[in-house]
Structures are given as C-alpha cells and as structure tokens.
C-alpha cells in the first residue's frame, strides 16, 4: 500500500467554475477526513466519513461543496461555483477505527493545492 | 468546544541541540488523544507522537518525547540531538474520543528551523 493519494496535486481554475478533488484513502482504512489548510494556518476540519456515511460536516462546508464515499473507498471533493477565498490546500486523511475506539492515528496525503484565480 | 494553542509562531535551534515546543488545549472532555505531526516544506503530513490521555506515562519516540501535564492542559514536544530533517512547521493536535466525532483540532503551528 502505497499510502493515502490525492489527485490532482495543483488545480488552477478560473472563478465561477467546479472542480473537483480524489481521495484514495488506505485500503484497509474505514474512516475518511478533509481538511482545508491555507497558508500559515493549521488545518480546518471539513467532513468525516465512516465507510460510505458522512457522519460530520463542518460549518466551513457551504452549500458549493459536496463530499462523496461511494461504496467506502475513494472520494471526492466537489466545489461548485468556486470563489478566491477557496484557494487553499484540500488535504485527506484515513485511519482505521470500529465503535467508540480512537483507533489508529490519521495519515494524510499529499494534498490538493487549489489556486482560484 | 476544544481549541489548541501554540504561542511559538516560529523557533530555531542548532544542529544537536535539544528545543522544546509548547501546545496548550481546552477541552471538558476526559477522555481524548493528543498529537504531534510534521509538514516538512512542500511534503505530507506526519505523526511524530501520539498521548492518549488516560495514560500518565509520557509518550516517547527516539529522539522525540513529550512532557504531558493533564491537570494544567499541557502538551509540549521536546525534540533531542536536532537533525537538520527536522526542518518543519509541527502542529499540535486534539481529538476526542467517543461518539461519532474524530475530527483533530489543530493549532496554527510552530515553524522550527534547524540550523547547521
């Protein structure tokens, strides 16, 4: 296993249009997250999966963006209708977890740089 | 809700010497885990050492240890024999455990330059 992978790694996009973002979390990993994280900053909660159930979801989350996990595996990140302030890196996590356990640690990808110009 | 500080925006230590990050929380929660990850320039996200907050033990990982204080919501990172790899921003992190929120809760963030 490769580790967690994120495509594309830099997206450049003009306002006003949708884009969107890949996760492929570790295989045997149940739990699913995005971050934001702009520069200077520490990462922002954005949702978390378990298996294919979005069980949270931010505030920061507006209604341009959407989060998928068909089946449990991979997934994706959508904003609509992008703005300037967008612009940040979109990070994934994974980590394997059952009922109230911590489970193990989060490990990340690479992250997705979006530029909205 | 839980936040996460780090007073440090940036610190710099000499190649083999020992520097010491600090991280304070706020939580009502008993029960939670608490971490240490490295971004080193341009690269992912990595743990470096992880608390669970039961254990009274302080958590330790070759030349990583921590020093945490529950009662006083403490949580810093001491990092021995500085290597110039160590070059990184580190970010202190919270999670509670229980429930359906596993979400980490970060601070802004230590830039730690090593020097030669």
């Known amino acids: 296993d490769t580790g967690v992978s994120q495509n594309p790694r830099h997206k450049i996009t003009k306002r006003g249009q949708n884009v969107t973002f890949r996760c492929d979390p570790i295989?045997?990993?149940?739990?699913l997250y995005w971050y934001r994280q702009t520069l200077g900053q520490g990462p922002e909660f954005l949702t978390y999966?378990?298996?294919?159930?979005?069980l949270e979801k931010s505030r920061l989350l507006s209604d341009r963006f959407s989060a998928e996990r068909p089946k449990g595996s991979f997934s994706t990140l959508e904003i609509q209708r992008t703005e300037q302030g967008d612009s940040a890196m979109y990070l994934c996590?994974?980590?394997w977890g059952s009922g109230g356990s911590g489970g193990t640690e989060a490990f990340f990808g690479q992250g997705t740089r979006l530029t909205v110009v | 809700a839980q936040t996460v500080t780090q007073s440090q925006p940036e610190m710099s230590v000499q190649e083999a010497e020992t520097v010491t990050l600090s991280c304070t929380y706020d939580t009502s929660e008993s029960n939670y885990y608490l971490f240490w990850y490295k971004q080193p320039p341009s690269r992912q996200m990595i743990l470096v050492i992880r608390q669970e907050a039961y254990k009274q033990q302080n958590a330790t990982e070759n030349r990583f240890s921590v020093n945490f204080q529950k009662a006083a919501k403490s949580f810093s990172l001491k990092i021995s024999d500085s290597q110039l790899g160590d070059t990184a921003m580190y970010f202190c992190a919270f999670m509670k455990i229980g429930g359906n929120n596993r979400k980490l809760i970060w601070g802004l963030g230590t830039s730690l330059g090593v020097n030669p």
């Open positions: 295989s045997e990993h149940n739990r």
């Open positions: 999966f378990q298996n294919e159930a979005q």
């Open positions: 996590a994974s980590s």
